[in-house]
């Protein structure tokens, strides 16, 4: 079974302030990892995704995920934060074989404070 | 290149109607999935239709149904509606050329019974 954990609900930062949000994830195999942002009445955007090679990934709109094997994560970062960050982030995996379903953490809502 | 597209956006209907959403994937997608998004259940996997035939199904009854059409739009079907399928049902596609290529969302569909 795959499985997503995204530990905390809320992320609360100050604007300018670095932003992180943790995802950890239960696959056996190596998986491939997601990070998409949801803003308010709109689907998903894709920020970033890791599959192989250099543990750390830079994406959309500054924001960077580090992959750690060893601890199984997946935390996604922004050096400064800015308030049009504020929105829904949620963590995915997906299995290289089998069914290649794409699992969901329940999402971080990130709140930065101007 | 347009995004994918979802018909329509809002949509109220009464317990014990059916209702079919509508999903235009973008060009050259071949591959469309689509969700469940609640406050309570998050986002949750209904089925994946790839070259018109299902590939992926998640744990829903039965009354929710799928197709995919040979130019690769897919549409949705819930039979005999219930209150808690009130939720944005979101669609999205990828190329389907690996379990690594990134999935794009359209902006959902927020059906409400009543």
């Known amino acids: 079974a795959q499985s997503v954990a995204q530990p905390e609900d809320q992320v609360n930062v100050a604007e300018g302030n670095p932003l992180t949000v943790k995802c950890t994830y239960s696959v056996s195999g190596n998986p491939y990892l997601f ?6 009445n709109r689907g998903l955007q894709f920020l970033l ?3 192989t090679g250099d543990n750390l990934v830079k ?5 960077e995920a580090e992959f750690n094997k060893s601890q199984t994560s997946f935390h996604l970062k922004k050096p400064s934060a800015l308030v049009s960050d504020s929105a829904l982030y949620f963590c995915a ?10 699992a969901f953490g329940k999402g971080n809502q990130v709140v930065v404070i101007p | 290149k ?7 956006r809002y949509l109220i209907k009464t317990r014990g109607q059916q209702v079919t959403l509508s999903c235009s994937p973008i060009s050259g997608h071949r591959s469309v999935s689509w969700y469940q998004q609640t406050p309570g259940q998050g986002l949750q996997f ?14 829903f ?13 897919s549409e949705m079907n819930v039979s005999t509606l219930e209150l808690g399928d009130s939720a944005l049902y979101l669609c999205a596609s ?21």
């Open chain 1, 49 to 51: 995704k890791y599959i």
């Open chain 1, 59 to 63: 994406g959309s709109y500054g924001f």
């Open chain 1, 35 to 40: 990070w998409y942002v949801q803003y308010p």
């Open chain 2, 61 to 73: 009854p039965g009354r929710f149904s799928g197709r995919q059409f040979s130019n690769s739009r």
């Open chain 2, 2 to 8: 347009a995004g994918v597209t979802q018909t329509p």
């Open chain 2, 46 to 59: 209904l089925f994946e239709y790839f070259s018109e035939t299902q590939r992926n199904k998640g744990n």
């Open chain 1, 93 to 102: 995996v997906r299995l290289p074989y089998g069914n290649n379903r794409l």
């Open chain 2, 94 to 114: 990828r190329t389907r050329q690996g379990p690594g290529d990134e999935q794009y969302f359209g902006p959902g569909t927020r059906l409400t019974v009543t």
